[in-house]
């Protein structure tokens, strides 16, 4: 998702990093799968608080030594910019300098780190236990009104877009936002979802509004993801989670709903306390520039964050409210459709207990296990599924 909250370093992560007490048949399971791990962001966390990510990092959430111990292969790195960053026409630059940020850590460690373009590629580079990381870009922005910017971002590596973020923009419509602009995906954003289609780069539908994600299904001709979204079914009224109908509408064109861990997806309350941050935030930018307008000062966006994020406390939340999402979702949709997309590093720690870091997968795996999920069907979650759908659409690209 990533709260602004997180860039001022009010990260929840333990310092202390418990090893798994996930069970032996859980361990040896996470790490005899692939497991892909759709949205985790830790490229912008580098760009507000430089770390090394090649060696232990207690203040995050994602770090070699604990992705090796949780069994984690692929991570999509996202590449994630505001709707701050577009008004100020800044969204193409931090884009580029977070893909760089990724491209130095496998510069640093390439015995760590490889950068994968494409799943055929996976099983040569993940040997000697390399983590492998794909950029994911949060937020169509950076591309601008230019489309010819998405085929340099895919030859930087970039293999899906989430279409918008907590703002409309030029491409579609938001989640997050009360007044929809559009009334979906944008004349421009059609043409967007074409070009990614012809490039091979998968189409995100989390975040964009409702009437955007059935844009999308109309538009594309290759299965779309949900990076990291929640199901609705358990958050009512709280569209930044997908809802029964266009899950179902995602699965039947082939593509796959990667469930996110964050609190404030997957537990009700602090859903609805997401959704209001994102209306006081809209109101609160809409004050200073009118205060600004005025040519008086504005008032301080921390501060702001600051004094929300002590009103508003994550509650304590357990693995039961993803393992139910999980359960919820296969259910409905499929097994076939079901994957994962963590958000680690982009919600200021408000995870469930059990799911802290990149070194849990075997918490999740044996939470599966525990609820009658066969392996084979549990393999399919980690990341068969979302290697299918890749893999399909890079084939389409190719056509
Ligand atoms: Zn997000």
């Known amino acids: 998702m990533r709260f602004r909250f997180a860039a001022l370093g009010l990260s929840l992560s333990l310092a202390a990093i418990p090893a798994s007490a996930a069970s032996d048949a859980a361990q ?7 497991i892909v791990d759709t949205h985790i962001d830790a490229p912008s966390m580098l760009l507000s608080h430089w770390d090394d990510l090649g ?3 207690p203040g995050k959430e994602f770090d070699y030594p604990r992705a090796r111990q949780g069994g984690l292969d692929v991570a999509f790195m996202s590449i994630y910019t505001s709707p701050d960053e577009d008004a100020a026409g800044t969204a193409w630059q931090k ?6 940020a990724v491209e130095a850590m496998v510069g640093r460690h390439p015995d760590k780190f490889a950068i994968l373009r494409s799943p055929a590629d996976l099983e040569r580079l993940r040997k ?11 937020n169509g922005a950076p591309i601008g009104d230019d489309l010819s910017k998405l085929a340099a971002l895919q030859a930087r590596g970039v293999r899906y877009i989430t279409l918008a973020h907590s703002a409309n923009n030029r491409i579609a419509d938001s989640s997050y936002a009360r007044d929809k602009k559009w009334g979906g995906l944008s004349p421009f954003g059609e043409q967007v979802v074409a070009e990614m289609n012809r490039l091979g780069i998968m189409v995100d539908v989390s975040h964009i509004s409702d009437d955007a994600v059935r844009d999308v299904l109309r538009v594309t001709d290759v299965p779309v993801i949900a990076s990291h979204s929640g199901m609705r079914h358990f958050t009512q009224g709280f569209e930044r989670n997908i809802s029964d109908e266009l899950a179902l509408a995602v699965a039947k064109e082939g593509g796959v709903v990667q469930l996110v861990f964050g609190t404030g997806f997957v537990n009700p309350q602090a859903a609805s306390d997401t959704q209001a941050y994102f209306i006081a935030e809209a109101a609160f930018d809409q004050e200073n520039a009118k205060l600004a307008a005025a040519g008086k000062p504005v008032k301080s966006k921390d501060a702001f964050d600051k004094e929300w994020e002590l009103a508003h406390p994550s ?10 999402q999980i359960d919820y979702a296969v259910k409905l949709i499929g097994v076939d459709h079901v994957g994962i997309g963590s958000d680690f590093d982009g919600v200021s720690g408000h995870l469930p207990v059990e799911l802290r870091s990149v ?3 075997p918490n999740l795996v044996e939470g599966l296990q525990k609820r009658g999920h066969s392996d084979a069907d549990i393999r ?12 399909q659409v890079e084939k389409a690209a190719k056509r």
Request: hydrophobic share 45%.
């Open 28 to 34: 040896r399971l996470a790490h005899d799968a692939i």
């Open 359 to 361: 070194a849990d997968y």
């Open 128 to 138: 000697g236990g390399r983590v492998l990381l794909t950029p994911g870009m949060e």
């Open 95 to 100: 884009a580029n300098t977070q893909i760089d």
């Open 315 to 324: 509650p304590e939340t357990h693995i039961d409210a993803v393992l139910d």
């Open 55 to 57: 060696v232990a990092t």
């Open 380 to 391: 399919k979650i980690l990341g068969g599924n979302l290697l299918r759908v890749w893999t």
